[in-house]
């Protein structure tokens, strides 16, 4: 990659580190277990030329670095892999391995710092947008990747660029938090399965607190001296939630909707319930411009959706172009055959609509 071709891709994922403030996660168990996650990926600016990536075993990559060269940490595929990317392959936003370990970066403007780029480190460092791809090539499990974390250097690779958060779950449903603050990784145990955006995540978990009044189901009737006061509709429980679009707003609508959401037994029920609570956090694209602004001639600032099936290792997206669900199978690959494959996620960018014939 010519330094020129590296500033023109990045002038694009910075625009995306300005504009794309809003990913949502949640994370549902089936009855007997299954972990299913899912997420939102938000950029108001354009359309991010989402695409999949399908990488095999024994796939060689090597980290971007700030000085524009590809001259970073090397790394090849123990584990095959899906991932959607955005813009290039090597961007990983959200992924699975064929061991069950899933992965995904988040924004995260403001609070976090990276270490700063040492040339001489730069074989035990990588580039921020790249850190999924490495954890989805290596590891299957969180404790293994926790460990190896200890001798890399996590860096961005455009000085313009804010930092991004990750959410790294694996198939026994235990679920991390990485976020580098300070210049220190830290490590969460994420037991709620909620994941947004700024400020730090302990900081949304005491968040928590200020709605222990929110419950599930109806307001009970009451009387205020002689008038009788009802609510005016069902799950008058959660009034109050906060309806906003901020991070902090989001995650709160997300644990409530996550706890409350019936569980199911088979997985891809649960998946489709996974997309149903996260439909409630499509966010539409000039709601993020101010009056007078130019808006983007894209469908949604939510420009795509994904869940994850660890157990059948099973990733399900939609976009904003096509709400319909589609699926990669893991297991009808062979990641020992397979061949580095790279495609948009949507072929045509039109939603289909089916005309319906009367008899």
Request: charged share 20%.
């Amino acid at each position: 990659m010519n330094k020129l071709f590296f500033m023109a891709a990045f002038a694009v994922i910075f625009s995306f580190l300005q504009k794309a403030e809003a990913c949502t996660g949640i994370t549902l168990k089936t009855t007997n277990g299954c972990t299913v996650t899912a997420r939102t990926i938000e950029w108001a600016g354009n359309d991010i030329g989402s695409n999949y990536t399908i990488v095999p075993r024994g796939y060689h990559q090597r980290s971007l670095t700030p000085d524009g060269k590809k001259n970073g940490m090397e790394f090849t595929a123990r584990y095959g892999y899906i991932g959607l990317a955005v813009e290039q392959a090597d961007y990983v936003v959200e992924g699975v391995n064929e061991a069950g370990l899933a992965a995904g970066l988040f924004y995260f403007p403001d609070y976090g710092e990276y270490e700063p780029y040492v040339e001489a480190e730069k074989d035990h460092t990588i580039s921020d947008f790249q850190l999924v791809s490495w954890i989805l090539s290596n590891f299957k499990s969180i404790d293994e990747m926790e460990q190896a974390m200890k001798d890399i250097h996590v860096v961005a690779t455009d000085p313009r660029s804010n930092t991004v958060h990750w959410r790294i779950t694996e198939q026994s449903g235990r679920q991390v938090v990485l976020e580098i603050v300070n210049r220190t990784p830290k490590f969460y145990e994420n037991t709620l399965g909620v994941l947004t955006n700024s400020p730090t995540f302990d900081w949304h978990l005491t968040n928590l607190n200020n709605y222990t009044n929110l419950s599930a189901g109806p307001i009970k009737t009451r009387k205020v001296g002689d008038i009788t006061l009802t609510a005016f509709g069902g799950g008058g429980g959660l009034h109050g939630i906060p309806g906003d679009m901020t991070p902090p707003s989001r995650f709160i609508r997300a644990a409530f909707f996550q706890a409350t959401a019936p569980k199911f037994a088979d997985p891809q029920k649960t998946v489709e319930q996974a997309f149903h609570i996260l439909n409630n956090f499509d966010i539409p694209t000039g709601i993020q411009f101010t009056e007078g602004q130019p808006v983007p001639d894209i469908p949604s600032a939510t420009q795509w959706t994904v869940a994850t099936d660890l157990v059948n290792r099973r990733i399900y997206y939609r976009t904003m172009y096509n709400s319909s669900i589609r699926c990669f199978d893991l297991n009808n690959i062979d990641f020992g055959k397979v061949t580095f494959q790279w495609a948009p996620l949507d072929e045509v960018k039109i939603q289909p609509v089916e005309i319906l014939k009367v008899k």
